[in-house]
């Protein structure tokens, strides 16, 4: 089983960015695929985006396309997020997590998850 501990969450102007990280420890990192999933309070978990250790990436969110970036560095069991133009919608929890399952985008098909780290975007 792997940890995540994600970071980089914060205050920001609409427009402006922010770069999320998230660290995996523990046995076969490489064996999972990593996703980013964002939830505001009353609202179900959304998918954003997902990516394998390979560089092979899933399709982003519609919601997101255009904005943001999923990259990893590998030496350092680290996922990243690089989301630009930030507009108040995107104001929630940002969550990270890990599957071992085939499908990438599929919120059930991760089985670890860290704490979350709040994004908020003023007008």
């Known amino acids: 089983q792997v940890q995540l501990v994600e970071s980089g969450g914060g205050l920001v102007q609409a427009g402006g960015s922010l770069r999320l990280s998230c660290v995996a420890s523990?046995?076969?990192?490489?064996?999972?695929?990593m996703g980013w999933f964002r939830q505001v309070p009353g609202k179900e978990r959304e998918f954003v985006v997902a990516?394998?250790?390979?560089?092979?990436?899933?399709d982003y969110a519609a919601s997101v396309k255009g904005r943001c970036t999923i990259y990893t560095n590998n030496a350092k069991n680290t996922v990243f997020l690089q989301m630009n133009s930030l507009k108040p919608e995107d104001t929630a929890v940002y969550y990270c997590?890990?599957?071992?399952?085939?499908?990438?985008?599929?919120?059930?098909?991760?089985?670890?998850w860290g704490q979350g780290t709040q994004v908020s975007v003023s007008s």
């Open positions: 997590a890990a599957s071992l399952r085939q499908t990438m985008t599929d919120a059930a098909g991760y089985n670890v």
């Open positions: 523990g046995r076969a990192v490489s064996s999972y695929a």
């Open positions: 990516t394998r250790w390979s560089g092979v990436t899933s």
